[in-house]
């Protein structure tokens, strides 16, 4: 049974106090932001710069640890140490200076991508450990598929309804398709790409699960600035697609269809909390991926090029 948010929140001044203590740190004001988690920056014993992040306890975030552990800083902010008695307080390397891509403007679309893409390759070239503790994209999916037909059926939004049973049904086969298996960062939009002093970019922030690697390029499709906003949507998403299969050896196909699974996902997910204008959005979206590989319900409204941010964001 987790915490809930707001007793979490009463108990991180002591959290903190304990990793303080434990490993001898020196804290600095923590950094804005952060829903979920408590971010500061930190000095070790040794003068190095370190962040301490404390993560609301919740199942994204359980394996967190090991993932960073697998990757071992190849392509991720480094694990410096977990609490033993806390898998949701860690001891990380610092990312300085620490700039999100998302918020590089100045760069062109398609290094922004580029760069991200190349990132994702290394985690997920790590191997998968035989003792891994991480859930199956499959599962997980499955899951959501259930959600997404329960929130249609019970709260009936306007939506294209063979667009969603479209998206429903690549929730749950998309995943036994797969070419390879990974470990997938799991929420790998740009404003979890940070700049940094030991490599030019490091990934920070997963949730981890094991499954197939075109999952994880969806937040980079639709959130490195706002293809949705171009005069021919399906061209410049199509273009996207072509240029992070090239980078990244997966189908472009495949990455399509897992835009338009995600994106079906997130609008019935906006409706359940209410944001029906949100979820239009998604599902407006979701048309434009789907027109792409000739799916049902393509193309079906006009997206309005606004926020993507809740259109990815894991919710196991």
Partial sequence: MWPTEQDWRVSVPGLVRRAVERWDLLPGAPFPGGSVSHVLPVRTPDGADAVLKLSLP???AEHEAAALACWDGCGAARLLAVDPDDPFVLLLERCDPGTPLAERDDLPAAERLQTAAGLLTRLWAAGVPDDAPFESVADVTAEWATLVESRMRDLAPPFD???VRHGVDLLRTLPGGAGRSAIVHGDANPGNVLAASREPWLVIDPKPMVGDPA??????VVQVDDPFRAADPQHTVRERITLLAGSTGEPPERI???CTARLVESALWSVSRGRVEDGQDAV???AVTAAITDAPGAQSVAPRGGST????RSRR
């Fill in 309 to 312: 941010s809740s259109a990815t």
């Fill in 58 to 60: 919740h199942r994204e």
């Fill in 215 to 220: 999952y994880d390029l969806c937040p980079l």
């Fill in 161 to 163: 309804p063979g667009l």
């Fill in 284 to 286: 407006a979206r979701a």
């Fill in 256 to 258: 399509a269809a897992w």
